[in-house]
């Protein structure tokens, strides 16, 4: 190999070889606390949904306590319920809780009182005082449970999915201990969704969809019951079977990982399960998205790297043209002197 070949090859290996393996691994401990930090921060983001849907069904725990505790209601409920239809007194009792009650919670879309025997007595939509339901979740679970909080679903009574809050009433009276009739709060469904839109890290409420998280809610039935990039429209009607629905359904365990979500799309995503709810949360986003900024990397990484060979060969070519030069006029020079040149000079 000539000279100048061999200072272009060692110039390219010592400028080639160390830039090549550190970009290599540089690349991979950076895909490596990415998917770290994108973990963590999907992690919190769960959290903080979970954190919040909780929060948002404790207060509604306490708001039916605190209306069946109001004594104007469990009075009336217990005159209707067991002395008759006493029109003034429904008339009273409805208009006491669309006029006090229902400005309480902008979030209730109906609160109304049934019998013992699931008569709705009283309520803030006067249509609905003289509907029998017996069989609802509202009224069979309130005699279970202190109090109950029924799935998100369609209300037969509403024109949008809902959520119902529900508590027996007692009687006031001293030595009575009996019930009197059951009060229910019914929530609009598209507050549970509302939960799912703001910020869960601090106090600035911003929308998930302008950003690149995907959340979800998802029922015991594999069903969204919310979505923040999914219209309330299409709510209950979505069936999804994606690797954290199939995974808690098998083996009761939450998931965190990469895996394909309802579009086909490799996802980072997060599962948490709320066990009152028997819901699960899930907070994902798409993996091309977050190693955007890598790859985008990993190409300036590249036109570098093909830019200091340029560089590299460039300077090769000038060093071994300044070193090979005069051993050339050398070589020349006693070539011809063993040409029987005596006179020829060599500087």
């Given at each position: 190999?000539?000279?100048?070949?061999?200072?272009?090859?060692?110039?390219?290996?010592?400028?080639?070889?160390?830039?090549?393996?550190?970009?290599?691994?540089?690349?991979?401990?950076?895909?490596?606390?990415?998917?770290?930090?994108?973990?963590?921060?999907?992690?919190?983001?769960?959290?903080?949904?979970?954190?919040?849907?909780?929060?948002?069904?404790?207060?509604?725990?306490?708001?039916?306590?605190?209306?069946?505790?109001?004594?104007?209601?469990?009075?009336?409920?217990?005159?209707?319920?067991?002395?008759?239809d006493i029109r003034d007194r429904v008339y009273d009792l409805s208009n006491h809780l669309s006029r006090n009650?229902?400005?309480?919670?902008?979030?209730?879309?109906?609160?109304?009182?049934?019998?013992?025997?699931?008569?709705?007595?009283?309520?803030?939509?006067?249509?609905?005082?003289?509907?029998?339901?017996?069989?609802?979740?509202?009224?069979?679970?309130?005699?279970?449970?202190?109090?109950?909080?029924?799935?998100?679903?369609?209300?037969?009574?509403?024109?949008?999915?809902?959520?119902?809050?529900?508590?027996?009433?007692?009687?006031?009276?001293?030595?009575?201990?009996?019930?009197?009739?059951?009060?229910?709060?019914?929530?609009?469904?598209?507050?549970?969704?509302?939960?799912?839109?703001?910020?869960?890290?601090?106090?600035?409420?911003?929308?998930?969809?302008?950003?690149?998280?995907?959340?979800?809610?998802?029922?015991?039935?594999?069903?969204?019951?919310?979505?923040?990039?999914?219209?309330?429209?299409?709510?209950?009607?979505?069936?999804?079977?994606?690797?954290?629905?199939?995974?808690?359904?098998?083996?009761?365990?939450?998931?965190?990982?990469?895996?394909?979500?309802?579009?086909?799309?490799?996802?980072?995503?997060?599962?948490?399960?709320?066990?009152?709810?028997?819901?699960?949360?899930?907070?994902?986003?798409?993996?091309?998205?977050?190693?955007?900024?890598?790859?985008?990397?990993?190409?300036?990484?590249?036109?570098?790297?093909?830019?200091?060979?340029?560089?590299?060969?460039?300077?090769?070519?000038?060093?071994?043209?300044?070193?090979?030069?005069?051993?050339?006029?050398?070589?020349?020079?006693?070539?011809?002197?063993?040409?029987?040149?005596?006179?020829?000079?060599?500087?």
């Amino acid at each position: 190999m000539k000279i100048n070949n061999k200072i272009l090859f060692w110039f390219l290996v010592i400028a080639i070889i160390p830039s090549g393996v550190t970009g290599f691994f540089a690349y991979q401990i950076g895909q490596e606390i990415l998917k770290k930090y994108v973990y963590n921060q999907l992690s919190t983001t769960a959290e903080g949904v979970h954190g919040r849907i909780h929060e948002f069904l404790e207060i509604k725990r306490e708001r039916i306590i605190d209306f069946s505790s109001d004594g104007f209601i469990r009075d009336n409920a217990e005159q209707i319920g067991y002395y008759g239809d006493i029109r003034d007194r429904v008339y009273d009792l409805s208009n006491h809780l669309s006029r006090n009650k229902m400005p309480l919670d902008p979030d209730i879309l109906e609160t109304f009182v049934t019998d013992m025997y699931g008569f709705i007595v009283a309520s803030s939509t006067q249509q609905h005082v003289g509907l029998n339901r017996p069989e609802e979740d509202y009224f069979t679970g309130a005699k279970r449970e202190d109090v109950y909080v029924t799935d998100l679903h369609q209300s037969a009574d509403a024109d949008e999915l809902v959520i119902e809050v529900s508590r027996l009433l007692k009687s006031r009276k001293k030595g009575v201990d009996r019930p009197v009739g059951i009060i229910v709060n019914r929530i609009r469904g598209s507050s549970i969704a509302g939960l799912l839109v703001k910020d869960t890290t601090d106090k600035e409420e911003y929308f998930v969809p302008h950003s690149n998280l995907t959340t979800y809610i998802v029922n015991r039935n594999n069903q969204i019951i919310a979505g923040s990039n999914i219209h309330k429209d299409k709510m209950l009607e979505m069936e999804i079977n994606t690797e954290p629905i199939n995974k808690f359904n098998e083996t009761g365990e939450e998931v965190i990982g990469v895996y394909q979500d309802i579009m086909g799309k490799k996802v980072f995503g997060v599962s948490i399960y709320d066990s009152h709810m028997h819901w699960l949360i899930i907070v994902q986003e798409d993996v091309n998205t977050v190693f955007a900024d890598m790859k985008h990397l990993r190409d300036c990484v590249i036109v570098m790297a093909i830019i200091t060979i340029c560089v590299v060969i460039i300077l090769a070519i000038y060093m071994s043209r300044t070193l090979t030069s005069p051993i050339q006029r050398l070589l020349e020079g006693t070539k011809r002197l063993g040409e029987g040149m005596f006179g020829h000079r060599i500087n």
